[in-house]
């Protein structure tokens, strides 16, 4: 069984052990408990693959050279996560990017909005959060841990984020790509 593990970062308060929780699927908690690190395991079939996940629940950083370096070794992808209620949480996004980056080279990513549940209180719009997606290269989404809202789409993209960059070819979608360029080649 393939083992993955999977570090979610970004600011405090902004949804991370949420997020995660309903993925293991506990109860949704109103009570903000900050989290020092926590380490999950969690077996998940995704794309036809079971993968034997761990999943690292991290404190949230609040300024630069906070990233602890040891969560970037060994590490498969990253799941970045701000707050739609929060532009500050935003620009964190950039931060801790550039951190990655220099730890890393550049590790399979994901940015997500968190809280899209509280539509009158949401000051980032859909188009920001993607731009911001764009400029450091990866997917953006937006999900609500409160109404368990595109919880499962988060690990799916990140998991296929990281076969891709593994060069598997497990997925369903690789194979269909494989099959219309052979046939295309017959015709040719
Ligand atoms: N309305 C709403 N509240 C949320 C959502 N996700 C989390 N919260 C609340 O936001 C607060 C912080 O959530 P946490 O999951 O503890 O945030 P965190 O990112 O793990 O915080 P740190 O561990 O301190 O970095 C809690 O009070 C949660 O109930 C959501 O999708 N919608
Ligand atoms: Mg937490």
Redesign the pocket.
Known sequence: MPSRKIVVL??????????L?RFLTFP????????IENTYQKNYKCFEVQFDLTLI????QEKYGSLITSYTGATDGFIL?FNLCNRKSLEMISIINDELQFETGGAPMLLVG?????KKERVVKYSEGKEVAESIGCKYLE?????NENIEQIFEIILEEIEKRNGSLTFSHSKKTNKKQNSECIIL
Do not use: M, W
Request: glycine share 12%; net charge positive; proline share 3%.
């Open positions: 970004g600011s405090r308060g902004v949804g991370k052990t949420s997020i929780r949704f908690q109103d009570e903000y408990i900050p989290t629940d991290t404190r949230g996560i968190n809280k899209n549940d509280l999900c609500s841990a409160k109404e």
